[in-house]
């Protein structure tokens, strides 16, 4: 069996395969390709099977990855705290150019460092995602030479997009940074322990806290239910518009403006999350050189205009913070840590026990599940109770019968109702999610496959 044919059977068909391009990258002939479908990219194989090296099949996130020995081979230790991974500081700020932290999702760090970046010749590109590119509805990966591209693509962007397979464009010699998920790092960093050519001119790598993404398919039931006719096309869409935390909009042909506050919209996600959301166990992007998320407290909520947990994870990231500081380019303070884990201790817990639980069902139920190598403790009988109910939920929310009905119910009724039972939810399930997750350790379990 070919390392196509394995990829094909055991990934693609599986139904875990994250999208994230490596393998089409690593198709020395170049015939693989990457294919928009509603439920994400997904790459597509020459029929003879032909192209790719077995280190196609290593670094493959959707099969799992070993993360003790990625641990071990890029910093050179495990994490001391399992929540957070390897880091060296952990700020909360924004940056301190009011025009930059407007346009980004939340305080613009991430677009300002990759803008410093360029701008100290450290890096001659940036590799950024970028919504409406083909078209309003699509989003892909960019090669950004210039100020004015990275901050065309300073916003979130909620649905799959692969950012692996650039690597095949790349200009030998030129250094670059690069933009990605969890799921995208952790393959990226594979590939440069492989002392991959074009890997290794990735110097920095920068991405956002990952909780949950949404098919593609999500935009067209909102349209539907939003009764936008299909001759009335969308012109542009941005995720998180106008003051933080922002809100979907969505302009159409016909002059029609929708919108739908972040907290409303997310009613989406029981009906079309995505399989990598459900399965990745890294919420905070912990092998990127900087990890950025919203600060989401009271205080930093009351002051508006977006504020965000900076975590940086290696020396030469640190020291490029703290020149931005110097420079007067960010305005961040000191943060614990454990406070800034407790901001997102529910999207913790999701991935850190939750996928264990929900990887483990899988194979119980006799489908694939990538394997990580690394079991939570501690596990209550109580937690896994109700990550099995969650589960159901989602199973229930993903059947097209879910979908269909979905499609007629108004987000102005839809998006408070789930809102509401949502914070009802997490007021019921927080003892039970929260116990146990400030101490929790990772086991090693079982090497991935």
């Given amino acids: 069996m070919t390392i196509c044919d394995k990829l094909r059977r055991e990934v ?3 139904g875990i395969c994250t999208g994230c391009g490596a393998c089409v990258a690593l198709d020395f002939a170049g015939a693989s390709r990457m294919a928009d479908t509603p439920w994400g990219p997904q790459p597509v194989f020459p029929p003879d099977g032909a192209g790719l090296p077995e280190v196609a099949w290593t670094v493959c996130p959707g099969k799992g990855v070993d993360y003790a020995a990625l ?7 495990l994490p001391d705290n399992w929540l957070l991974g390897c880091y060296q500081r952990v700020r909360t700020g924004h940056s301190a150019d009011e025009t930059i932290r407007r346009a980004g999702a939340s305080g613009g760090v991430i677009t300002h460092t990759l803008i410093h970046l360029l701008e100290s010749r450290l890096i001659d590109a940036a590799v950024v995602v970028r919504q409406g590119v083909p078209t309003p509805l699509q989003a892909r990966a960019v090669i950004a030479r210039t100020r004015a591209e990275i901050l ?13 397979d650039v690597l095949a464009r790349f200009i030998p010699g030129w250094r670059y940074a690069l933009v990605c998920l969890p799921d995208q790092a952790a393959a990226l960093r594979w590939l440069q322990q492989a002392n991959h050519p074009a890997a290794r001119q990735v110097r920095y790598v920068l991405g956002p806290y990952t909780g949950t993404a949404l098919y593609p398919a999500a935009i067209d039931c909102f349209l539907r239910s939003q009764r936008v006719r299909r001759d009335d096309p969308v012109t542009a869409l941005q995720w998180r518009a106008g003051d933080w935390p922002g809100y979907l909009e969505i302009h159409t042909a016909s002059g029609r403006v929708l919108r739908s506050r972040k907290i409303y919209y997310n009613y989406l996600i029981p009906f079309f999350i995505t399989q990598s959301s459900l399965q990745g166990m890294d919420f905070t992007n912990e092998f990127c050189d900087l990890s950025v998320g919203d600060a989401w407290s009271p205080r930093f909520e009351a002051q508006g205009g977006g504020h965000s947990v900076i975590t940086t994870r290696t020396p030469a990231m640190e020291e490029i913070v703290q020149d931005m500081e110097r420079a007067g380019l960010l305005r961040t303070e000191p943060a614990d840590p454990a406070a800034s884990l407790a901001m997102h201790g529910h999207m913790l817990d999701f991935k850190k026990r939750g996928s264990y639980i929900r990887n483990r069902l899988r194979r119980r139920l006799g489908r694939a599940a990538p394997e990580y190598g690394l079991r939570p403790e501690p596990l209550p009988v109580a937690r896994v109770a109700v990550e099995w109910v969650i589960a159901g939920l989602f199973f229930l929310g993903g059947t097209r019968c879910a979908r269909r009905a979905l499609a007629w119910m108004p987000e102005a009724v839809l998006g408070p109702l789930f809102n509401r039972l949502r914070l009802l939810w997490k007021g019921w399930s927080r003892p039970v999610k929260r116990k146990g997750l400030g101490t929790l350790t990772m086991i090693e379990d079982r ?3």
């Fill in 71 to 77: 641990y071990r081979s890029h910093y050179g230790r």
């Fill in 12 to 14: 693609v068909a599986g």
């Fill in 152 to 164: 065309a693509a300073a916003q979130s962007v909620y649905i799959p997009v692969s950012t692996l």
């Fill in 447 to 449: 090497p991935a496959r």
